[in-house]
């Protein structure tokens, strides 16, 4: 799986920005994806991971405690693409976001996860 994010940029204070990524390769529906996040000088951070979607499952949301109420993470299967509407933003969600894939449960330390994408930057300013 190779994975293609975009979509970072600068952004006032409270103001929005939607992350992209978008997933070559089969069976993308039946992967989770997530997102991470690294600001400099600080550890790698879960932000947020959305489940495969499978016929006998509904599919479900994880959000790290910091950005929950304000980001929302979706996936479009027919476009190969997870989605992170991040609303309501901060100075201290500036950092290198990046885009993960996995075949298992997305693992929110992010030693495990499967694959990674490029990051993109996204900076909010005060």
């Known amino acids: 799986v190779q994975l293609q994010a975009s979509g970072g940029g600068?952004?006032?204070?409270?103001?929005?920005?939607?992350l992209s990524c978008a997933a070559s390769g089969r069976a993308y529906s039946s992967?989770?994806?997530g997102w991470f996040r690294q600001a400099p000088g600080k550890?790698?951070?879960f932000v947020a991971a959305i489940s495969a979607s499978v016929p006998w499952s509904v599919t479900s949301t994880?959000?790290?405690p910091s950005v929950k109420g304000r980001f929302t993470i979706s996936r479009d299967n027919a476009k190969n693409?997870?989605?992170?509407?991040?609303?309501s933003l901060k100075t201290e969600d500036t950092a290198v976001y990046y885009c993960v894939a996995d075949s298992r449960r997305v693992d929110l330390s992010g030693d495990s996860v499967e694959y990674?994408?490029?990051?993109?930057?996204?900076?909010?300013s005060s």
């Open 10 to 18: 600068l952004v006032q204070d409270r103001g929005s920005l939607r």
């Open 31 to 33: 992967y989770d994806m």
């Open 81 to 87: 693409t997870v989605y992170l509407q991040m609303d």
């Open 62 to 64: 994880r959000y790290a």
């Open 116 to 124: 990674w994408g490029q990051g993109t930057q996204v900076t909010v």
């Open 43 to 45: 550890e790698r951070e």
